[in-house]
DNA sequence: ACTACATTTAACCATCTGGTTAAATATTAA
DNA sequence: TTAATATTTAACCAGATGGTTAAATGTAGT
């Protein structure tokens, strides 16, 4: 029995798992929004924006910051890097195997050229 | 209306979202497994750990080869790949954002030296 | 006070998810 | 051929997800 969970992992491969919640993001990455602008160029109905902001909020992937009744989104940083960072540890065993895949198509393509051009 | 879709990054990040998922993926970080052997560490049906290795292989972060009756899995690198680059892409967003914390937290400090020793 | 605006909540719906058990399918070994 | 093993498929279930529309809430402006 291998412990492997981390809510916050879950909830934040969860949220980039959704077109639209990468779409928000991207827009957030070049400022500031409010939840209306962000949902105009989403042709979706205003509360299905308002509940994908709730899960990113949830997942802490985005601040929220009431003036008066708009309310403003941030992107946030930290949860992403955690993300990134659990993929990252498995760069060696995959750079290994692209490693592995690169010399067996070499391979491959010697014997082809061997098979074209026999001597 | 702005076009934020790739059905493999859905799968990707949908498929790295759940815990049980993420620790097949650390187990066959260690080298090739059978469906068994994946299975045994985690306190769930064979059936279980069959369809999260089938989700796995539809992302494509996994290949499956057959030897007679037991299947080798191999963990598979690209997808993982392309979900860490779409994070990188953000990198200098929240870096940026990081640093200015990080300068707003040092004039923080500044103010709060100047203020405790006052000339 | 009234109206308009920004946003959320509620109720609902169809589909997906993650699990179960029981049965089916392939392959190996006796 | 028969029995055991490895794996999948089928049928089912509870709960989550992603959307809708209608109503509620809170704030701003006149």
Redesign the pocket.
């Given at each position: 029995m291998v412990k492997c969970s981390s809510n916050q992992l879950d909830r934040t491969f969860?949220a980039l798992?959704?077109p639209?919640?990468r779409s928000l993001l991207e827009h957030l990455s070049h400022g500031d929004r409010?939840?209306?602008?962000l949902?105009k160029p989403h042709?979706?109905?205003?509360?299905?924006?308002?509940?994908?902001?709730?899960?990113l909020e949830k997942a802490g992937l985005v601040r929220?910051k009431?003036?008066?009744?708009?309310?403003?989104l941030k992107l946030e940083a930290a949860p992403m890097q955690e993300a990134k960072q659990w993929i990252e540890e498995y760069r060696r065993f995959w750079e290994g195997s692209l490693d592995r895949l690169d010399e067996y198509l070499k391979q491959l393509q010697a014997k082809d050229k061997s098979h074209d051009h026999p001597h």
């Open positions: 969860a798992a959704d639209t919640r409010c939840v209306t602008d949902a042709s979706m109905s205003l509360p299905a924006v308002s509940k994908h902001l709730r899960i929220r009431r003036h008066g009744r708009v309310h403003s």
